[in-house]
């Protein structure tokens, strides 16, 4: 497509359970990063790829977060036994080149709200 | 560990006003430096970026920013603000020495009532 696609646009889900975002970024593109936005706290990065692999996984809040990259292009960011302060914006983003040289292009981004 | 501040949280502005947002980094070394801007109800997009070269550099829209490397800076600006330019901006920073993360601000919303 010709931008970067997030699905669910929106998430409502009961604490505990778990939930899948899905990111299919733009084409050709080999990095993607997935940032979470919250309310006064400005885009927190969570993790990079760079075609499959992850070099940087650093920003991942625990170990119930987990994502992956399949084929060098969808990737699929996992919340487990989610709580209540998961709820937020996660962004994807994608772009032509690894990291400092590229633009991020962004998605729409899912809203997940854990009650 | 490398970090971006934006001090101004919310700024509320009347149109033909002119803005300043403040950006500081906290690295002495090469960055790349980018301002994005969320309008209400899209998703992010760049509005400038500074790579190397004149440190004065002009996005879209009318907005310039200016890198002053001895004071870790990269401050938006723009000499008369619209009512359109109603969004939240976001400074954001490549640092060398850990070039595939892009670190984010905690945004300022902007405020332009006619």
């Known amino acids: 497509g010709a931008g970067v696609s997030q699905s669910p646009s929106n998430k409502v889900t009961e604490k505990g359970k778990d939930v899948e975002l899905r990111c299919d970024p733009i084409?050709?593109?080999?990095?993607l990063y997935w940032y979470r936005q919250s309310l006064g706290q400005g885009l927190e990065f969570l993790i990079y790829f760079q075609g499959n692999s992850a070099p940087d996984k650093s920003g991942l809040p625990s170990d119930r977060f987990s994502a992956e990259r399949t084929g060098g292009s969808v990737s699929t960011l996992t919340i487990q036994r989610t709580q209540q302060e998961d709820s937020a914006v996660y962004l994807c983003?994608?772009?032509?080149?690894?990291?400092?040289?590229?633009?991020?292009?962004f998605g729409e981004g899912s809203r997940l709200t854990v009650l | 560990a490398q970090s971006v501040s934006q001090h101004n949280h919310h700024v509320i502005l009347s149109e033909a006003a002119s803005l300043e947002l403040g950006c500081n980094y906290s690295y002495g070394g090469t960055v790349n430096l980018f301002w994005y801007v969320q309008y209400p109800g899209q998703h992010l997009q760049l509005l400038l970026k500074?790579?190397?070269?004149?440190?004065l550099v002009k996005g879209i829209k009318g907005f310039e920013a200016e890198f002053i490397k001895s004071k870790f800076s990269f401050n938006l600006r723009k000499p008369s603000v619209q009512w359109s330019d109603t969004a939240e901006y976001f400074c954001a920073v490549f640092f060398s020495y850990n070039t595939d993360k892009l670190i984010f601000g905690t945004g300022t919303r902007l405020q332009v009532f006619p």
């Open positions: 983003a994608s772009s032509r080149t690894s990291g400092a040289a590229g633009e991020l292009f």
């Open positions: 500074y790579f190397s070269g004149d440190p």
């Open positions: 084409s050709g593109h080999t990095a």
